[in-house]
């Protein structure tokens, strides 16, 4: 085991040097939508600092302390998911095309070749910035800006998992290009941009099974606050479930998908 897990490693760095030349190539495109990104994030955080400046110090039980947390540690999550490994969303696409076929003729895990094939190059402005307010959100607590980047880090998982189940649901259902965007975009990502305060018991129990927004942001950032180890028990706990059920609908999903008979190269 130890031994394909170097293997992997291996692979990923040399995936990286290759996606990183893209960006030597592309500098400015690279920059620009690097500092959009940024921008467009802090235009959310300075809403929230108009809000709570207008209530005094916090707005009911949220603080602007709270906002920042929220603001950092699901954003460091999308960030690492889809910079290192953007060719995931480019999933679906190898299965309507059937370029898939050029991922299943090498001796490499389908799933992380293609999610290791390419990256976005904005979302490297949302791992900056998430770092960046992770920063001052923990008052510059070594401690607990590492949990903070680690947690920040692993929860890339969950997005990782969920967009390979939703693009892999191309092969039973077609193009899912508009229930991937109202999934990902419209409910994980906003349900995890606000304080879990907010939410009743109903939706809570969605974002916490369906929905995996509270373990890309209320779960890590409770543990953050208040080193209880429960949080940090179901971070990992949720983490596995993820996991195994992404991995059973790829063994399943890759049985059925039907070869488009592609000779294209990978370059």
Known sequence: MLTAVK???????????????????????????????????????????VVIAASGEKAGDITLNKILYIWSVPVISFGVAFFFFGGVRELGRHILEGTLDVYLTQPKNVILNVMCSSMEFAAAGDLIYGIVVGLIATEFNLLRFGFLVILG????????????????????????DNIEHTYINTLMISF???PSEIYGGGIKFL????????????VPIDFITTFDIKYLLWFFGAMLVFVAITAALTKFALKRYESGNSIALRS
């Open 7 to 49: 293997r992997y490693f291996r692979f990923f760095k040399e995936s990286m040097k290759c996606n990183f030349k893209s960006i030597a190539e592309y500098k400015s495109s690279f920059l620009v939508q690097t500092i959009f990104m940024f921008l467009n994030n802090g235009f959310f955080l300075l809403f929230w600092y």
């Open 153 to 176: 880090t692993l929860g890339a998982v969950f997005y990782i998992c969920v967009e390979t189940i939703l693009r892999l649901l191309t092969i039973f259902i077609g193009n899912t």
């Open 192 to 194: 995890a941009s606000y």
């Open 207 to 218: 974002l916490y099974t369906v929905i995996p927004s509270a373990y890309i942001s209320f």
